[in-house]
């Protein structure tokens, strides 16, 4: 098979997670403007963004290649969260969020260049936050991580002591369902082991 498997994301979790599941992708993030997309619908929007990343990068390749673009928003209550722009934007949301339940949402699109084809699919994941004090918030606000990460929370780093409970996929959580991806790429026609490292 040996067709190349990349990433059209700079996110280091998301490189992470691929790397811990055997893959060996090369990553190439997209320069996607993400303000042309317009949707208070965050399933709709993830799905937009994840797409619209996948195929620029898909538009850069040669030769046959599988294109694989995410993007994360966290939904609660009825608002539309995306990384903070500043420290004051993330304590204000951790103040909202604390002792609430989320949904981190996670858009998928995959393109496969060899069969001409692509899939888009969203995951959706329960995040119980843990009622922090103003103390807690401001020690992990203070924190590079929190500023990094949609939601302002990064489940597998210091964030994770924040949050109570997760209900749905964990992966999906830290920027990247494996379990959908699996399937995914059985839509395809491939299976898991066809990328991974020999």
Known sequence: MGYPFILASASPARYQLLKQAGFDPIVQPSQFDESQITTTDPETLVRALALGKAEMVA??????????????????????????????????????????????????????????????????????????????????????????????FALDGRGGLFIDQIRGCHSNVIGLSLPLLRQMLGELGYEVMDFWQQ
């Open 59 to 152: 538009k850069q390749q040669q030769s046959p290649a599988l294109v694989l673009g995410c993007d994360s928003v966290l939904a609660l209550g009825g608002e539309i969260y995306g990384k903070p722009k500043t420290v004051e934007d993330a304590i204000a949301r951790w103040q909202t969020m604390r002792g609430k339940t989320g949904q981190l949402l996670t858009g998928h699109a995959l393109i496969d260049l060899h069969q001409q084809t692509q899939l888009i699919r969203a995951q959706s994941t329960a995040v119980d936050f843990a009622p922090l004090s103003d103390q807690e918030i401001q020690a992990y606000t203070n924190t590079a991580e929190a500023l990094q990460c949609a939601g302002c």
